[in-house]
Antibody, heavy 116, light 108 residues
Framework: EVQLVESGGGLVQPGGSLRLSCAAS????????MHWVRQAPGKGLVWVSR????????TYADSVKGRFTISRDNAKNTLYLQMNSLRDEDTAVYYC?????????WGHGTLVTVSS | EIVLTQSPGTLSLSPGERATLSCRAS???????LVWYQQKPGQAPRVLIY???TRATGIPDRFTGSGSGTDFTLTINRLEPEDSAVYYC?????????FGQGTKLEIQ
């Protein structure tokens, strides 16, 4: 059974940092592109970042470029999102999702709250 | 960046009726890499349609995707109460892989 389990969310002050993790199981993790998608409370889905099979190619939404870094450890079947210089508007549930041309499996999400 | 505009914002229909949801792109989506998701409150999104018209595994044939280029449609036939949700389109043609703002479907 394919499973994606996010962790690492929590309350952080503006300007702070947080690292999210997404533990993958039930499939060949290194064979899939992976994404982070976020959703602010009561709002729509926003794509954040994507990484290819081995981490050699990454892309970001303009709103997080230069502040967030996506990475992966295929030996540990884990996806990461390092978030620096956090802002109030980064408050959201962060989902990891699998796939290159569509996201067929999603995690349950982890809540990040940026507030003083 | 490709901007996706979904309409209507909210759709209120009765069981058994047909829903037609629109997703319009600001420029052509390459290879029709257009995806439709369904999201219910408190849940992660679920993929319904990919490649503009291919149903994902386990999705009933009441759900149909169509369109190409810049105009795409999700049609849901014979609406059931469980179809109440927010529906999003997303494009994977070029990064950033943008979402539409969503259409809320209410089944009354």
């Amino acid at each position: 059974e394919v499973q994606l389990v996010e962790s690492g969310g929590g309350l952080v002050q503006p300007g702070g940092s947080l690292r999210l993790s997404c533990a993958a199981s039930g499939f060949s993790f290194s064979s899939y592109w992976m994404h982070w998608v976020r959703q602010a409370p009561g709002k729509g889905l926003v794509w954040v970042s994507r990484i290819d099979f081995d981490g050699s190619s990454t892309t970001y939404a303009d709103s997080v470029k230069g502040r967030f870094t996506i990475s992966r450890d295929n030996a540990k079947n884990t996806l990461y999102l390092q978030m620096n210089s956090l802002r109030d508007e980064d408050t959201a549930v962060y989902y990891c999702a699998r796939g290159a041309r569509f996201n067929d499996y999603w995690g349950h999400g982890t809540l990040v709250t940026v507030s003083s | 960046e490709i901007v996706l505009t979904q309409s209507p914002g909210t759709l209120s229909l009765s069981p058994g009726e047909r829903a037609t949801l629109s997703c319009r792109a600001s420029r052509t989506i390459s290879s029709n890499f257009l995806v439709w998701y369904q999201q219910k409150p408190g849940q992660a999104p679920r993929v319904l349609i990919y490649g503009a018209s291919t149903r994902a595994t386990g999705i009933p044939d009441r759900f149909t995707g169509s369109g190409s280029g810049t105009d795409f449609t999700l049609t849901i036939n014979r609406l059931e109460p469980e179809d109440s949700a927010v529906y999003y389109c997303q494009q994977f043609g070029s990064s950033p892989y943008t979402f539409g703002q969503g259409t809320k479907l209410e089944i009354q």
